[in-house]
Antibody, heavy 120, light 107 residues
């Protein structure tokens, strides 16, 4: 079935780095834009970053621009989020999500999320 | 950037009630508007895209309307399993901003 599975979360000190992965199955990964969305404990959803189906276009939320990098390896059906210079306010559950139709659409499939905790 | 504002922030309604949640965009986003449902402890689920198109498998008691800057999500007859937080989201261009959420409780 169509599935997204995130990994790589954990506890990290402020200023350090972490890389999240999201492995896709059940659909043609290389045909869809992919996103990262985060949710701080008890808070709402915050869009983080997007990458187009071929990796040629990337956009970031202002809150992570210059610190986070989204990338993908279509040969491995895997999406990545490299997070550098982490801050305590980056503490959240990080979800990967798939564009419904190609690129620039609503998110029809979400992963189960991976928790990132940044300590001071 | 376009701001997405939902109202109310929370509501309490009885089973069978009609529930309406509104979402306002600070700029015209045409019909590039989605609604998501997030039940407690669960992953968000797409309910509606293109402002009014029901995602496959979503019960017909959910409906969406609007275009431009003003949108609504309607639950025609609230059910106990509709206990959740609902989010609107724009996707006309980056950033793909979410509203702050509307928490729906059952009386």
């Amino acid at each position: 079935q169509v599935q997204l599975v995130e990994s790589g979360g954990g506890v990290v000190q402020s200023g350090r780095s972490l890389r999240l992965s999201c492995t896709a199955s059940g659909f043609t990964f290389r045909s869809y834009g992919m996103h990262w969305v985060r949710q701080a404990p008890g808070k709402g959803l915050e869009w983080v970053a997007v990458i187009s189906y071929d990796g040629s276009n990337k956009y970031y939320a202002d809150s992570v621009k210059g610190r986070f990098t989204i990338s993908r390896d279509n040969s491995k059906n895997t999406l990545y989020l490299q997070m550098n210079s982490l801050r305590t306010e980056d503490t959240a559950v990080y979800y990967c999500a798939k564009d419904r139709a190609g690129y620039g659409d609503a998110f029809d499939i979400w992963g189960q999320g991976t928790m990132v905790s940044v300590s001071s | 950037d376009t701001l997405m504002t939902q109202s109310p922030s929370s509501l309490s309604a009885s089973v069978g009630d009609r529930v309406i949640i509104t979402c306002r965009a600070s700029e015209d986003i045409s019909n590039y508007l989605a609604w998501y449902q997030q039940k407690p402890g669960k992953v968000p689920k797409l309910l509606i895209y293109a402002a009014s198109t029901l995602q496959s498998g979503v019960p017909s008691r959910f409906s969406g309307s609007g275009s431009g800057t003003d949108f609504t999500l309607t639950i025609s007859s609230l059910q106990p399993e509709d206990l959740a937080t609902y989010y609107c989201q724009k996707y006309d261009s980056a950033p793909w901003t979410f509203g702050q959420g509307t928490k729906v409780e059952i009386k």
